[in-house]
């Protein structure tokens, strides 16, 4: 009550307290990975902010659809897909501007990121211009890496491991000395590069304890050995290696 | 109703269908960082199994405890503390065996497990031995690297920037070479390595680049710059580092 007399008492000024930005895991794509606390702040939020990919849906705001009020403010980030930064730098400072916003009118703003907001989450980019200004908190998901792992039946890491995580994108020699020199290696946004990393992978003389995986946990999940996987490889697709020299018993 | 006359059908013989086995994530210690699938899992089973370190309380039962019914039945598995194996390795024998009674008698076991299963997690030692027998089910948790890096306020991976994860044990001059050649780096299972780690990161240059994370999401939270850790740091604790060449706007 406390808090809502001080409001009421200045509502012919601006709230003297802002709002909190939220950026809120949702885990890698099917609705009940979400987390608890992630559930409750969405159920609850009166603004709801995401990122859409060159105008398609928004892929983190249908893991949350049953969760979102139907009268819940939404502020829709559109990113374009392209090499160039700038023109998504140009996106997030419009979304950085509608949020800050909200925040300064005190409403909190839920940001829906997929799979966790700081492993490779376009979130990153809205902390970095708004956490001197606002409070932000961070709610960490599950994130593809051990969910593809969990679909896969493949153990990443115990005792002394190490864990390599590695983009698609990365050179062919980079990739190679890198998976050459690790353990587990998991390597990200396979999309249109899967024949430069099957050929370093079969070079390595590793394709058969390599698996591939595409939008893991949802309907259409396709979990594959390397060597069966399509020529066709959806962005947000990831190749899980293990050399196993370990039988985890 | 078919299911539960067939059962009874063929009550004085064994089950013809075994149980699931179900590994459950819990997440990094915070009770509403358990996902909607593990909660209902969790409040749904009969049967639940969990570590404990050698006769500690165990730290997986401890964050599902509110979820757990009374009458469950529980499995708890006592693993020592020590550098050799084998008496850990006993430890599980004997776990799976008690877990492999209730999935013969046709009962569901859900697995507790800290972080998620597969990320160094003791489930894949249960998973190796049941793996080949029943049907295992893995559900991915929030795992504590993402869940430091939100507490921490540290994007750890963005775009095409790899990410390293090793395990503090490691001997000195492999972690220093790591380090090195990585770009953002966690370093897992400090406790007394401590000391070895913070020179290494020191003689690189990158100590004002680190923070020291304990029991991150807990009360009882440490979130410290790496300059500032205390000199005895607890097994799970965790250092992150990220060079941050790229402000991530």
């Known amino acids: 009550m406390t808090d809502g007399d001080t409001r009421l008492a200045s509502s012919s000024h601006p709230p003297s307290r802002k709002g909190t930005l939220y950026g809120v895991g949702l885990g890698p794509g099917a609705p009940d990975l979400i987390t608890l606390r992630a559930a409750r702040l969405i159920a ?34 559109d990113v374009p897909m392209s090499v160039e930064r700038a023109p998504a730098q140009a996106a997030y400072d419009t979304g950085a501007a509608s949020i800050a916003l909200a925040l300064d009118a005190g409403e909190d703003v839920i940001c829906l990121c997929e799979g966790d907001p700081f492993f490779y989450g376009s979130f990153m980019y809205l902390f970095a211009r708004l956490s001197d200004r606002y409070h932000v908190e961070v709610v960490p998901g599950v994130t593809s890496v ?71 946990t949802l309907p259409d999940e396709v979990i594959l050995p390397l060597a069966d996987a399509p020529d066709k490889a959806p962005y947000f697709s990831m190749i899980l290696l293990t050399k196993g020299a370990d039988p985890w018993l």
Do not use: W
């Open 146 to 216: 051990t969910a593809c792992a969990a679909r896969a039946g493949m153990p990443l890491v115990a005792r002394n491991e190490r864990l390599t995580i590695l983009p698609g994108p990365l050179p062919e020699a980079e990739l190679r000395t890198r998976i050459e020199g690790a353990e587990s290696v998991v390597i990200m946004k396979v999309g249109r590069h899967l024949p430069k990393i099957r050929a370093v992978i079969a070079d390595l003389g590793l394709t058969a304890k390599a698996r591939y995986a595409a939008r893991a």
């Open 44 to 77: 609850a939020a009166r603004v709801v902010a995401y990122p859409t990919l060159a105008g398609a849906q928004s892929f983190a705001r249908a893991i949350a659809a049953d969760l979102i009020a139907d009268d819940a403010q939404e502020i829709a980030m």
